[in-house]
């Protein structure tokens, strides 16, 4: 029986925003087509929405699978838009300092987007067993999950809760009051730190220093 179904309009629209910040960069930090990566990410969401178009309350094998693969081509998209913005920073003269500024300011923002939906689907088995309450052992511990916090027995983070915690992971590069406990949740959060520290300290900064 389903303890706590949970919306799926938060992941979607979460996504619909990556590809959009995404279809804002310049050509050049893309690789080919600039609309083609993008394109496939829209298609995979209208999947999603025809898979679970309204709440999430058991698991669904072919929808996890679905969510899992567009969140690894947004993160691929936006990966290779970082990497092209590094190699444009350090090997070619670059005078544009503010669209440079606009550019690591969107990698960031869908950074922080993308791996909100990693940790939605990476905890305790995804979202559908959460909702059916046939989770397996957490791998965030959440403060309403402690002795000390009063919280309901019942209480499973939603999706607006791992937003939090991408948002909060991406500006301190640590966790925060969020703590990973599975060596996944620990490899993932340290790869979005990097990512967010190579964009806030490199990307940005040189693009500051070029104004």
Not at 1 to 15: D, V, Y
Not at 191 to 209: D, P
Request: proline share 7%; net charge neutral.
């Amino acid at each position: 029986m389903s303890t706590s179904s949970e919306p799926h309009w938060p992941p979607l629209a979460t996504l619909a925003a990556a590809i959009a910040l995404e279809t804002l960069l310049p050509d050049r930090l893309a690789l080919g087509p600039y609309w083609l990566l993008p394109a496939l990410e829209a298609v995979l969401g209208v999947l999603l929405v025809v898979a679970s178009p309204f709440r999430i309350s058991a698991p669904h094998a072919a929808r996890r699978r679905l969510s899992v693969l567009v969140a690894a081509v947004v993160s691929i998209d936006n990966g290779i838009s970082l990497g092209l913005l590094c190699h444009l920073l350090f090997h070619r003269n670059v005078t544009n300092g503010q669209e440079l500024i606009v550019s690591g300011a969107l990698i960031w923002l869908t950074n922080v987007l993308v791996f909100s939906l990693w940790y939605w689907e990476l905890d305790r088995g995804g979202p559908g067993a959460r909702a059916a309450g046939a989770d397996q052992a957490p791998d965030f511990l959440y403060p309403q999950m402690t002795d000390g916090v009063p919280s309901d027995a019942a209480w499973r983070p939603q999706f607006m809760d791992y937003l939090y915690l991408s948002l909060t992971n991406a500006t301190a590069f640590s966790p925060t009051d969020v703590m990973p406990l599975s060596r996944a949740a620990k490899g993932v959060m340290s790869l979005q730190s990097l990512i967010s520290l190579v964009t806030m300290g490199l990307v940005i900064s040189r693009a500051v220093n070029i104004l």
